[in-house]
């Protein structure tokens, strides 16, 4: 009796640890037009600046961006616009064109140099 007591408590812990943990998500987005440092802390200095961000890190060589977050305050395509609107591209989501202009030199793509 008292073990099935014991697995009942268990089983609602494990629940309750589990829709904790699905709340945060960590997702990969392609940075395609980042070009150097500044670039890098841009876009990490914007995702950051996010409510339900936890935690970014720009890779430079790579061209990727990992972001931690939660799902039930920020999703995806809001981080995507908020690196769009600092002028650089995330997954599908285009850059700020107007933006984009403004970036020094050296963010800009290799063929607007
Ligand atoms: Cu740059």
């Given at each position: 009796m008292k073990s099935i007591i014991k697995t009942g408590i268990s089983v609602i812990v494990a629940g309750l640890l589990i829709s904790c943990s699905s709340d945060t998500k960590t997702a990969e987005l392609k940075l395609a037009s980042i070009q150097c440092g500044m670039c890098t802390s841009n876009v990490e200095t914007a995702v950051a600046?996010?409510?339900?961000?936890s935690k970014v890190e720009v890779d430079l060589d790579n061209k990727i961006g990992k972001v931690t977050y939660k799902a039930s305050i920020i999703d995806l395509a809001a981080i995507e616009k908020a690196i769009a609107a600092v002028g650089y591209d995330a997954n599908n989501t285009k850059a700020d064109p107007e933006v984009y202009a403004d970036l020094a030199m050296c963010c800009k793509l290799p063929e607007d140099q």
């Open positions: 600046d996010l409510e339900g961000v």
